[in-house]
């Protein structure tokens, strides 16, 4: 590789730096607030909870995995409740208990947790003899993505007055924020479903999320080697 071609490939690799810190990135105004506020502030910390996880694509694209193929409600209820426990447990206890991990590693698994579901979603991990919980497989991952935005927060170096009340009320936040993003997943997936090309396009459809988790992954693994490098 010529000097020329190894400078463009750095420049592509920390052009890519910025959209792999954006997962869970809490930044910017709310990342002020947080490292500024004093006391439980129930409301505020809940708001911020529910945005992102609106915003945050990575725990969209996973919900949209777990939710495609769910039919039933309760179905649905039951998975997603299981990612929420999962979730709920690593959140706070990073945060309350400082449970340290690299940002960038978690994140990297949380790009993979889209890729399994997709090929979980095209049959790719059907073998004979051979299966694994789709039930315990969406708490593991629930977990995973719960320590992802804990790593985001313990960064801020968050006020300890209130810190548990606040944890609280940013998590209920998270939940009620994922619960609105379902409902739309879902609502979004009932009309898909009652057109006679769902069939056709769900392969596809679920090839361009396994692809999406695969994109989420290299900018991670690529911020953290190159973080290790340096």
């Not at 929420?84 to 400082?98: D, K, M, P, Q």
């Not at 548990?164 to 009320?169: D, E, I, S, T």
């Not at 596809?204 to 992954?217: D, K, S």
Request: glycine share 10%; with cysteine; charged share 10%.
């Amino acid at each position: 590789m010529t000097r020329r071609s190894q400078a463009v490939c750095s420049g592509m690799l920390c052009g890519a730096l910025p959209i792999a810190a954006w997962a869970h990135q809490v930044a910017g105004s709310d990342a002020a607030y947080l490292q500024s506020v004093h006391g439980v502030q129930v409301g505020p910390l809940a708001y911020l909870g529910a945005k992102h996880m609106m915003t945050g694509y990575d725990h969209l694209l996973y919900l949209a995995g777990i939710t495609f193929f769910l039919y039933r409600l309760r179905d649905v209820a039951a998975y997603v409740t299981l990612f929420a426990v999962g979730h709920s447990i690593t959140l706070l206890l990073g945060v309350l208990a400082g449970v340290h991990v690299d940002a960038h590693a978690v994140d990297a698994v949380i790009g993979l947790s889209v890729v399994y579901k997709a090929v979980e979603n095209i049959g790719g991990l059907r073998r004979p003899g051979w299966s694994i919980s789709p039930r315990a497989a969406v708490l593991a991952f629930g977990l995973a993505h719960g320590l992802g935005l804990a790593t985001k927060l313990q960064e801020l170096h968050l006020p300890t007055a209130g810190l548990v009340g606040n944890m609280l009320a940013f998590n209920v936040g998270v939940e009620l924020g994922q619960l609105a993003a379902l409902i739309l997943i879902w609502l979004v997936l009932q009309a898909w479903r009652r057109r006679p090309a769902f069939a056709r396009q769900a392969l596809v459809a679920n090839v361009v999320l396994m692809g999406a988790g695969f994109v989420l992954f290299e900018y991670q693994l690529t911020a953290l080697l190159l973080t290790r490098a340096h």
